[in-house]
């Protein structure tokens, strides 16, 4: 173990793996401590286009190519009364694909490739404490699996920590829950179920019920289809107790979808149920002095757009540029930071905006599951509407009158497409190119923006 690096990632998964290996390309040293042993179980297996760009500029996209995994040429909704199929070859998108991946080999594959591209990379280490030095972070406390601690000191650090937040949520006490999204998932593979009907090849699915949650539908290229429904804590805990299991639960809400019915007619579950809860959560700050906090370790959002590994690899890529940039003495620190928090802070924002709208049109009778997937005052508070909505919404007005209810005008918007849209679905909107990656000047954040080549780095607006 170093006594020393430049720059410490603390977590392999997606967001970790990310950064660790675009900052190992171009010559930093980097050590990525992991906790666990890979390959380790992980739910989320439906990815984003908008990672396609991520893969290809960290030299990953041929290995993930290569892996197998279903390509997802789209999504199918049923979701507030409305049929429709989004394919992703429509013009504008970053990619005509993406991928459905089992996610204990995903994040695998991108492990080893940070390996590979010269990270230092430790399974077994859990690190346990960051010291701050004057309040900027400067060593890590570890411990191995075989009981060994010993101290790593860094110039940077980036925690991509997950949901557990070493710095963040332990240390700063910075992490705020969002008084929306507090829901259940419980999920299951199906072995021998049926393409689903009317979608695009590998197309996930997602499934609104009557009253009390939806479904995703995943195929996965090993033979199976991940279901998993989706309620608020309220109603499954009343549910679960009405129906005496969590397996009752589950099979009674699957039989309110004909759909999904139909689908896995003649199938079965190939696993136990798993459930986990999902609590949406935002960390005051995603950087200081010294450190950055990617993926999960500063926010997380509801899985309703699969949007997670995309929030993970795409803060990843922002993390590693500014880095990069102030090392190589193109940027100063306090201007790299003040991008990175702009620039990650507006993408969270904007999709927790965009799921918040989905759920209101949400077509249920239970007015109790469509209030609590309602963004409260309080969660309202520290958003920049205003700036969120236009991001979101192409070709919109100036909307300062506006500012009260921006959820309120995108569920509108939605239902009724911008100018040059076609009105299929809710509006043409889809989420890949919703939050696009800040390439271009007129995108810049804080009078930053990213450059790709050779390697990511920022420049001045």
């Not at 199929?85 to 991108?110: E, K, M, N």
């Not at 925690?159 to 937040?165: E, I, Q, Y």
């Not at 190119?433 to 050779?454: C, E, F, I, N, W």
Request: charged letters at 20%; hydrophobic letters at 40%.
């Amino acid at each position: 173990m170093p006594e020393e690096t430049q720059i410490l990632v603390v977590g392999g998964g997606p967001a970790g793996s990310t950064a660790a290996a675009l900052l190992a390309r171009q010559g930093f040293g980097v050590t990525l401590l992991e906790r666990s042993r890979f390959p380790r179980y992980h739910v989320g297996e439906s990815l984003l286009p908008s990672l396609l760009p991520v893969l290809e500029v960290m030299g990953a996209k041929e290995l993930v190519e290569r892996h197998g995994f279903v390509r997802k040429t789209g999504a199918f909704y049923g979701w507030g009364g409305q049929d429709w199929s989004l394919a992703f070859d429509d013009p504008g998108r970053p990619a005509t694909y993406s991928f459905q991946v089992i996610r204990s080999q995903f994040d695998h594959l991108l492990l080893r490739h940070a390996r590979s591209q010269g990270a230092d990379v430790r399974e077994g280490v859990k690190v346990r404490h960051v010291a701050l030095h004057d309040g900027r972070a400067a060593k890590a406390s570890w411990t191995t699996e075989d009981g060994r601690e010993g101290e790593t000191a860094f110039q940077y650090l980036i925690d991509a920590s997950g949901r557990a937040g070493v710095l963040g949520a332990r240390q700063l006490r910075t992490r705020r829950f969002h008084d929306v999204f507090r829901n259940v998932a419980t999920w299951g593979y199906w072995r021998g179920a049926a393409p689903l009907p009317q979608a695009p090849e590998g197309a996930i699915g997602v499934f609104s019920l009557p009253d009390h949650g939806w479904f995703w539908a995943i195929p996965l290229h090993d033979g199976t289809l991940s279901v998993g429904l989706v309620t608020d804590t309220r109603s499954f805990n009343r549910m679960r107790a009405e129906a005496g299991s969590v397996e009752a639960v589950y099979r009674d809400a699957l039989d309110d979808n004909s759909t999904l019915t139909r689908v896995l007619q003649g199938s079965r579950l190939d696993s136990q149920l798993r459930v986990e809860s999902d609590y949406s959560y935002v960390t005051d700050r995603f950087c200081g002095p010294g450190y950055f906090l990617t993926g999960d370790a500063a926010c997380f959002l509801d899985p309703l757009l699969s949007t997670g590994v995309h929030l993970a690899m795409y803060s990843a890529l922002l993390s590693a540029a500014s880095i990069s940039s102030v090392l190589s003495g193109d940027v100063d620190e306090i201007a790299a930071r003040r991008f990175y928090q702009t620039a990650y802070r507006q993408a969270y924002e904007r999709l927790l905006i965009l799921v918040s709208a989905f759920y209101r049109i949400h077509d249920g009778r239970d007015a109790y599951f469509r209030r609590a997937q309602s963004l409260s005052r309080r969660d309202q508070q520290d958003l920049r509407l205003h700036e969120s909505f236009l991001n979101i919404v192409t070709g919109a007005d100036d909307l300062h009158d506006a500012q009260q209810d921006a959820v309120g005008l995108v569920q509108e918007r939605l239902t009724n497409p911008p100018a040059g849209h076609p009105h299929r679905g809710l509006g043409g909107h889809g989420t890949s190119h919703m939050v696009p990656l800040p390439t271009d000047p007129g995108q810049a954040s804080a009078g930053l923006y990213l450059h790709l080549a050779p390697h990511p780095h920022l420049r001045h607006a």
